[in-house]
């Protein structure tokens, strides 16, 4: 069926097509990681990022254009991971604000939004690298416009776009030399180019099968915890996502003040924030009927989840129930209860819990910003994969000036943490102060390599302990211990005072002592720090100052 139009119903099943066909092959886009490290996620990050969007289009009861244009955006926004899912949500923003306030848009009209998304994407990102998604994404878009004329329909430009996609994610091996070095394409290009087949088959009519879906890190409750004899202590953990709807208020000048004021009358750990016409909230109340009551007239419930926190009370740490207001707050992203505990006890008020494998949504970091009374937050993403959806969450927030740090391992974060001086009235001498101390720590990791390649002329064999400090990879030894002092040798140890370890969860005490006992036989001079990090993908976490 050749179509010369495009409208909401349509744009809706292709995005679910894409959706699918993604969810297919996630596993593949995984294992395009350039590093050969148990650590690839680029693929869980977009399908996280696109279930977002459909979960949110899977609320709106009529599928105009407008409304499946707007509610894509505001879910990929908020869902976004990592930074192929931020650059995808920015690419799917940028197409749906051409659509707003349509009913129906010509190919033409298709072909202007595909290049504003595009434009949007590019402007996501501080320094564009060439050889990625943005270059897949540019790269199709340019040749699939420059070949609209009369004739065009919706199934022949997707047909140029993914004829396109599939050229330019060839040839980013020979744009970025840590492609070619690796024998991958990009990871984020190939999961675009696999929404954009989804798309596709869809305007073709066909079926896509539905894949496996991403795995949830989150376990359920003990429920043994709770019994016909218990006392309800702790209240229930409130959380509701509100459609404001016109006919029960302004929806667009609603002020959610309104609502946490409310909340706030009731509970503890309130949350609540607005995005477009959507209220997200959450509350610890010994009432959630109250709000579910005060909620309702203002508009209709999405989701909503009401968790009983006696049953929840061993797995979470309670929030005070009242934060004083103060100048500044820190926000820090952690993996392995060690490193959360340190940050937190050299003064981060808030841990998300993410790095790889686990990167966090613009949404989690919006949710602890609000935990937060302060005028100004520092936020340390501790993952270059994690910046971009701490800097998106920030372009959102407004209730405190929020300051993204480019912290990138455990190492910037420590020295970070361990520089700021809250006394200062100065925010840009604090942030000086902050990156002073990041340039003067390198961070080096250990973990086992999952398949074969050659990086920096160092050959690498699937289950060999590989380390590297940033992207140099150092040594790939099948000795953990060999691997790890290689690490020290080329992190110039014999230049540095102090060296700090970060030990994973599956590091035995045999295994560290082993390691501490070699760098004094070899290092007699440097003060070595041993700290339990328990951490899930590296081995080892080692910082040099």
């Not at 074969?452 to 992207?471: L, P």
Request: proline letters at 2%; one cysteine or more; charged letters at 25%.
């Amino acid at each position: 069926m050749a179509r010369k139009f495009l409208n909401g119903n349509l744009f809706a099943k292709m995005f679910r097509g894409g959706v699918a066909y993604l969810r297919r092959h996630v596993k593949a886009v995984n294992n395009m990681n350039v590093f050969p490290v148990p650590d690839g996620d680029t693929g869980d990050n977009m399908m996280m990022t696109m279930e977002g969007g459909a979960k949110a289009l899977s609320r709106v009861e009529n599928e105009s254009l407008d409304s499946v244009a707007k509610s894509l955006m505001d879910g990929m926004l908020l869902g976004a991971r990592g930074n192929s899912g931020v650059i995808l949500s920015q690419f799917f923003a940028g197409i749906s604000n051409e659509f707003i306030g349509r009913e129906e848009v010509s190919v033409a009209d298709i072909g202007r939004a595909l290049s504003n998304g595009v434009k949007q994407a590019y402007a996501s990102v501080s320094s564009p690298t060439e050889g990625t998604i943005l270059t897949v994404a540019r790269e199709s878009v340019d040749y699939a416009v420059s070949r609209i004329n009369a004739d065009s329909t919706v199934e022949s430009l997707f047909q140029d776009l993914v004829t396109e996609m599939d050229a330019s994610l060839k040839r980013t091996p020979e744009i970025l030399t840590v492609l070619k070095e690796a024998g991958v394409v990009d990871s984020g290009g190939s999961g675009l180019k696999y929404i954009a087949e989804g798309f596709l088959k869809i305007l073709k009519g066909e079926e896509i099968e539905e894949g496996e879906a991403v795995a949830s890190s989150l376990g359920g409750p003990d429920l043994s915890s709770f019994g016909p004899d218990s006392v309800m202590d702790y209240g229930y953990c409130t959380e509701l996502l509100v459609q404001l709807m016109n006919a029960k208020t302004d929806t667009e000048t609603f002020d959610i003040q309104t609502i946490k004021d409310f909340l706030e009358s009731i509970g503890d750990s309130v949350v609540a924030y607005k995005t477009g016409t959507i209220v997200k909230l959450h509350v610890h109340t010994m009432r959630p009927y109250k709000v579910l009551e005060f909620c309702h007239q203002f508009g209709e419930f999405l989701t909503l989840k009401i968790e009983n926190m006696s049953v929840q009370h061993n797995q979470v740490i309670e929030q005070p129930k009242e934060k004083p207001h103060k100048r500044y707050g820190i926000v820090a992203v952690a993996n392995g209860d060690g490193i959360r505990n340190l940050y937190t006890k050299l003064g981060a008020d808030e841990i998300v819990s993410g790095g790889q494998t686990m990167n966090p949504s613009a949404q989690n970091f919006l949710e602890v910003f609000e935990n937060i009374n302060a005028d100004h937050i520092f936020v340390f993403p501790n993952n270059s994969n994690i910046i971009l959806a701490a800097r998106q969450a920030a372009k959102i927030y407004e209730n405190a000036q929020i300051h993204v740090i480019e912290s990138k391992s455990v190492g910037d974060c420590y020295a970070a943490l361990s520089a700021i001086n809250v006394e200062n009235e100065d925010v840009d001498k604090i942030i000086n102060d902050i990156n002073e101390a990041m340039s003067e720590v390198e961070t080096g990791f250990v973990t086992y390599a999952v398949r074969n390649t050659e990086m920096n002329g160092i050959k690498v064999h699937e289950g060999d302990y590989i380390s590297f400090c940033g992207k140099h990879m150092i040594a790939s030894e099948p000795e953990i211990l060999d691997s790890a002092m290689k690490l020290l040798e080329g992190m110039n140890a014999s230049e540095r005072d102090i060296v700090n370890i970060f030990y994973g969860k599956s590091v035995s005490e045999e295994l560290l002592d082993e390691f501490t006992e070699r760098i004094e036989e070899t290092y007699p001079d440097l003060e070595v720090q041993t700290l339990n990090g328990g951490q899930e993908v590296y081995r080892f976490i080692i910082t040099a100052e």
